[in-house]
């Protein structure tokens, strides 16, 4: 029997324990993968393995031989359950034994790791509602099936029927609470350019991993700011951007391609993010960062850093990071010069240097005033930087401070801010902003349905039984028709996001407004409804 | 009268044409040398809507403007 095995059957652990016995090892390291209750923001009652078996045992096989070749260990394994596992049940096992313990940890770490990102097995989750979906593959499929229109970012395309002959890597296994992922072959990110730097080190690192940074705005600041920090291996990043992508963002904006005119830039730049790091947890949030929604988005972060290109939305991040008491990286460009400001909390804010919430239309932004590409990509850069460092404690000369940057002249001047004496103890998440911004965009475009589900929201279909048999709606949702979701607002949890469908999008952008106007803020409504789908 | 140094940052360094220059002034505060500036350069920002800093800090405008002082006009911007 070889080194990686499957099991049709319950794991018997102490069979597989006795075969890694070895007089002359003095350590043994197991980890266990039991079934959870609960993935990805659902209750699951039971779950289905399925491997392509052959592929999959080879892979296996080297990923074993490589740990005992690597970490130099006595004797590894690693069996794999498939078919219908019941909560709390067996899932995956590996067993390590070594002369010490310090590799048969290592080894052991080693091999479910790569187990996870490498050995194709597929995960159907079936849910305490009744419903059920395939973890991944049912993404690759529904990409599939629209092959060329919008092409799926792992490249590929196969059937709905999930041909599961491919061989790419595909994460699954208990504990995995992240299905978007899809690694694209068999790299893995190395950041021993950065470790090696006295300030960071294995343990910045794991600073840098365990950080939760929110950026708003996935713009020409956002998009350095994005890049290096999914490229740094920052563990949590979220992104608050309700634009769309336009053509005349790109001399700037330098993360999305001419094709992507038209999609969400909060999911395009989450697609991209993902396959520049798939160790990095990329939450897209497709909406304007306004001072009712932020707070509640702010509340999972560390770090807050304002990208985006107004006034109001720069003093609602300042307020709701003072308010939280969490650090802001602030910066903004007009055309070859840039302002950044750092906030930590007890230190200067934004309001300590700007007393009076500077009114939008007061000075041009970057539409209006005209930017060269490289200005906000220099000061988005700057703050990638300025949050490595308030992640990995290292000094920074703007804090208390506003360092403008001219790149005309290539001058930087360093403008030192006190914290203002009235705004200590003062509660700036209260104080009255700018004039607000338009409500927040209550449609998303039809591009957000295919990445809904990974991004969060939870799909409800809206029309009536006939409709729906007519033409059954894609992918992972709930159906709950017009009148009696209407009748009964209270069914749909606050705390969830939702993303409402009907035909042909009136409907739902109706009920959105009376859920919205309900109390219910995290309500979004398909623009053009499945036709829209139908559209080329 | 005092000689001073003076730098304009953004939608202020294009109205003045410049992005800093020298000057002797009879001006006693940052304001009065803004309103004396503001006039000859047709700048178009009121000063409520800008900060000045004086040898790299903030400063109030009423403060005094002493001889070879470094002023600088910031407007705030947003572009992003």
């Given at each position: 029997m070889?080194?990686?095995?499957?099991?049709?059957?319950?794991?018997?652990?102490?069979?597989?324990?006795?075969?890694?016995?070895?007089?002359?090892?003095?350590?043994?390291?197991?980890?266990?993968?039991?079934?959870?209750?609960?993935?990805?923001?659902?209750?699951?009652?039971?779950?289905?393995?399925?491997?392509?078996?052959?592929?999959?045992?080879?892979?296996?096989?080297?990923?074993?031989?490589?740990?005992?070749?690597?970490?130099?260990v006595?004797?590894?394994?690693?069996?794999?359950?498939?078919?219908?596992?019941?909560?709390?049940e067996?899932?995956?096992?590996?067993?390590?034994?070594?002369?010490?313990?310090?590799?048969?940890?290592a080894?052991?770490?080693?091999?479910?790791?790569?187990?996870?990102?490498?050995?194709?097995?597929?995960?159907?989750?079936?849910y305490?509602?009744?419903?059920?979906?395939?973890?991944?593959?049912?993404?690759?499929?529904?990409?599939?099936?629209?092959?060329?229109?919008?092409?799926?970012?792992?490249?590929?395309?196969?059937?709905?029927?999930?041909?599961h002959?491919?061989?790419?890597?595909?994460?699954?296994?208990?504990?995995?609470?992240?299905?978007?992922?899809?690694?694209?072959?068999?790299?893995r990110?190395?950041?021993?350019?950065?470790?090696v730097?006295?300030?960071?080190g294995?343990?910045?690192?794991?600073l840098?991993?365990?950080?939760?940074?929110l950026?708003?705005?996935?713009?020409?600041?956002?998009?350095?700011v994005?890049?290096?920090?999914?490229?740094?291996?920052?563990?949590?990043?979220?992104?608050?951007?309700?634009?769309?992508?336009?053509?005349?963002?790109?001399?700037?904006?330098?993360?999305?391609?001419?094709?992507?005119?038209?999609?969400?830039?909060?999911?395009?730049?989450?697609?991209?993010?993902?396959?520049?790091?798939?160790?990095?947890?990329?939450?897209?949030?497709?909406?304007?960062?306004?001072?009712?929604r932020?707070?509640?988005?702010?509340?999972?972060?560390?770090?807050?850093?304002?990208?985006?290109?107004?006034?109001?939305?720069?003093?609602?991040?300042?307020?709701?990071?003072?308010?939280?008491g969490?650090?802001?990286v602030l910066?903004?460009?007009?055309?070859?010069?840039?302002?950044?400001?750092?906030?930590?909390?007890?230190?200067?804010?934004?309001?300590?240097?700007w007393?009076e919430?500077?009114?939008?239309?007061?000075?041009?932004?970057?539409?209006?005033?005209?930017?060269?590409?490289?200005?906000?990509?220099?000061?988005?850069?700057?703050?990638?930087?300025?949050?490595l460092?308030?992640?990995?404690?290292?000094p920074?000369?703007?804090?208390?401070?506003?360092?403008?940057?001219?790149l005309?002249?290539?001058?930087?001047?360093?403008?030192?801010?006190?914290?203002?004496?009235?705004?200590?103890?003062?509660?700036?998440?209260?104080?009255?902003?700018?004039?607000?911004?338009?409500?927040?965009?209550?449609e998303?475009?039809?591009?957000?349905?295919?990445?809904?589900?990974?991004?969060d929201?939870?799909?409800?279909?809206?029309?009536?039984?006939?409709?729906?048999?007519?033409?059954?709606?894609?992918?992972?949702?709930?159906?709950?028709?017009?009148?009696?979701?209407?009748d009964?607002?209270?069914?749909?949890?606050a705390?969830?996001?939702?993303?409402?469908?009907?035909a042909r999008?009136?409907?739902?952008?109706?009920?959105?407004?009376?859920?919205?106007?309900?109390?219910?803020?995290?309500?979004?409504s398909?623009?053009?409804?499945?036709?829209?789908?139908?559209?080329? | 009268?005092?000689?001073?140094?003076?730098?304009?940052?953004?939608?202020?360094?294009?109205?003045?044409?410049?992005?800093?220059e020298?000057?002797?002034?009879?001006?006693?505060?940052?304001?009065?040398?803004?309103?004396?500036?503001?006039?000859?350069?047709?700048?178009?920002?009121?000063?409520?809507?800008?900060?000045?800093?004086?040898?790299?800090?903030?400063?109030?405008?009423?403060?005094?403007?002493?001889?070879?002082?470094?002023?600088?006009?910031?407007?705030?911007?947003?572009?992003g």
């Amino acid at each position: 029997m070889g080194a990686f095995a499957f099991s049709d059957r319950p794991l018997d652990t102490a069979a597989e324990r006795a075969r890694v016995e070895d007089h002359a090892a003095g350590g043994y390291a197991s980890f266990e993968g039991w079934v959870r209750d609960f993935n990805d923001g659902r209750a699951v009652e039971r779950l289905e393995y399925e491997a392509y078996a052959e592929l999959a045992v080879r892979e296996g096989e080297r990923i074993v031989a490589e740990a005992v070749a690597r970490f130099g260990v006595r004797h590894a394994r690693c069996v794999h359950r498939v078919g219908e596992l019941r909560l709390g049940e067996l899932a995956v096992w590996v067993g390590v034994s070594a002369a010490h313990r310090g590799e048969a940890f290592a080894a052991c770490r080693y091999i479910i790791d790569e187990v996870k990102h490498r050995v194709p097995i597929w995960k159907k989750e079936h849910y305490v509602d009744g419903d059920s979906g395939w973890v991944n593959c049912e993404r690759c499929a529904a990409a599939g099936l629209e092959a060329g229109a919008a092409a799926p970012a792992q490249g590929h395309a196969h059937g709905q029927d999930h041909d599961h002959g491919h061989d790419h890597g595909h994460r699954h296994g208990a504990g995995d609470a992240r299905p978007d992922r899809h690694p694209a072959g068999l790299a893995r990110p190395d950041y021993s350019r950065q470790v090696v730097l006295p300030e960071v080190g294995a343990a910045g690192q794991d600073l840098i991993r365990r950080a939760r940074v929110l950026v708003v705005g996935a713009g020409g600041l956002g998009v350095p700011v994005l890049s290096y920090l999914a490229g740094a291996g920052v563990g949590t990043l979220g992104i608050v951007d309700g634009d769309v992508l336009e053509p005349s963002n790109l001399h700037r904006q330098t993360l999305y391609a001419l094709a992507d005119a038209g999609r969400p830039k909060a999911l395009l730049a989450a697609e991209r993010l993902r396959a520049l790091n798939p160790e990095v947890d990329v939450r897209a949030y497709v909406e304007r960062a306004d001072r009712e929604r932020l707070p509640a988005l702010a509340a999972g972060y560390d770090v807050l850093v304002d990208c985006s290109d107004n006034f109001a939305t720069r003093f609602v991040v300042n307020d709701v990071a003072v308010g939280l008491g969490k650090a802001a990286v602030l910066a903004s460009v007009y055309q070859h010069e840039g302002q950044l400001q750092v906030v930590r909390p007890g230190g200067a804010c934004l309001r300590c240097v700007w007393p009076e919430a500077t009114r939008d239309g007061l000075v041009g932004n970057c539409a209006e005033a005209g930017v060269l590409g490289p200005v906000p990509g220099v000061l988005g850069s700057l703050q990638a930087l300025e949050v490595l460092k308030l992640v990995l404690g290292l000094p920074s000369a703007a804090l208390d401070a506003v360092v403008l940057v001219d790149l005309g002249t290539l001058e930087t001047r360093r403008i030192r801010a006190p914290r203002a004496p009235c705004c200590a103890g003062r509660d700036c998440a209260r104080l009255p902003g700018p004039p607000a911004e338009a409500e927040a965009a209550i449609e998303l475009d039809v591009a957000a349905l295919e990445d809904a589900t990974a991004n969060d929201y939870v799909v409800v279909d809206l029309r009536d039984a006939v409709e729906v048999a007519l033409e059954p709606a894609p992918g992972p949702h709930l159906h709950i028709p017009l009148d009696r979701l209407l009748d009964d607002p209270a069914q749909l949890d606050a705390a969830r996001r939702y993303l409402l469908l009907c035909a042909r999008g009136q409907r739902s952008r109706a009920a959105a407004l009376a859920l919205r106007r309900a109390g219910l803020s995290s309500v979004w409504s398909l623009r053009g409804g499945l036709a829209a789908r139908r559209a080329p | 009268m005092t000689a001073v140094h003076v730098q304009y940052y953004a939608v202020l360094r294009e109205q003045a044409g410049r992005s800093e220059e020298r000057l002797v002034t009879a001006a006693a505060t940052p304001a009065a040398l803004y309103e004396e500036l503001r006039a000859r350069h047709g700048l178009t920002l009121a000063r409520a809507q800008l900060r000045v800093a004086i040898d790299g800090e903030f400063a109030d405008w009423q403060a005094p403007l002493a001889e070879g002082a470094r002023v600088v006009f910031i407007p705030p911007v947003a572009g992003g």
